[in-house]
């Protein structure tokens, strides 16, 4: 033991990155991609001053029971459903998440996906490696063209308004749908109208959900939803899995009364839902929107500086710069 406080970081992440940490704690950083059971991971926690997980470290009451030292779990996503913050914060833990430095990258790839989609490119790439490319009919392989069509999106936060943005460059329409409407000059900026969300599900030709898991928006997309939409449009999930009932929007690809999906996300990932593998009319992306190297650095580096900054170290030492739980630290020292 070195005196130091103790840092876990549950997945391989940058070593330069996290050398940032090695001055002033003790650090254990994991050299494998791996799933921690509820009793593993209450057992690492029990001995931390802070960890730094992935969304697959799931971390409520029962993990943070014994885990008196703990200060802070820095989560390396944007979202943090994996976190059960009302028990964090009852447990005087604080809590951060890595914002604004991966809405570029997923907003790129929303844009792929959403193309994937419309042109039908992982059934057209899975048919030519099959060796079935001999000529192609005038009539094969027809999509949709995005100009001129509608672009709805359902939570225009951070992610939403970077993908409304690039809608400009493909002529489309723009409406979007929030539990608020966004203030005048954001709506601008982004070129949006807001919408109610039985017009955005009756007007989206795309539809792009980018809104965070709660419980009031599980289920979001489900059959009610999916039958409101018009049978030629295209949904593209980059949020959470739980946010479409995979089921229901399974039943409306295979009967013909939603043209395409691209997904990102799944409930219960990594499992995907098999009627959902048995389509040829669903792009299957296994949750990579924000995988750059760029990205993911930065996404490392933030987390990083959480946890530096509650313990009173680097550029904004007592001030950490994403928490979702700020409250916590009032009348918390810094170090």
Known sequence: MTGKPRVWISRPTFPDIVARLEPHFEVAAETEERMFAPADLASRLASLDAAIVGLNQRIGAAEVASASRLRIVANLAVGHDNLDIPALTAAGIAASNTPDVLSESVADYTWALLLGAARHMGNAERWLRAGHWRANGF?????????????????????????????????????????????????????????????????????????PLTGESRHAIGAAELAAMKPSAVLVNIARGGIVDDAALAAALADGRLASAALDVFEGEPAVHPALLALDNVILSPHIASATWDTRRAMTALAVDNVLALFGHGPHAGHPPSLINPGVLAGRPAS
């Open 139 to 211: 009539k094969d392989w027809l999509g949709l063209d995005t100009r001129g069509r509608t672009l709805g999106i359902l939570g225009l936060g951070r992610i939403g308004q970077a993908i409304a943005r690039r809608a400009a460059g493909f002529g489309m329409h723009v409406i979007y749908h929030n539990r608020s409407r966004l203030p005048a000059a954001v709506e601008a900026g982004c070129a949006a109208r807001y919408a109610d969300k039985p017009t955005l599900l009756a007007e989206s030709d795309f539809l792009v959900l980018a809104v």
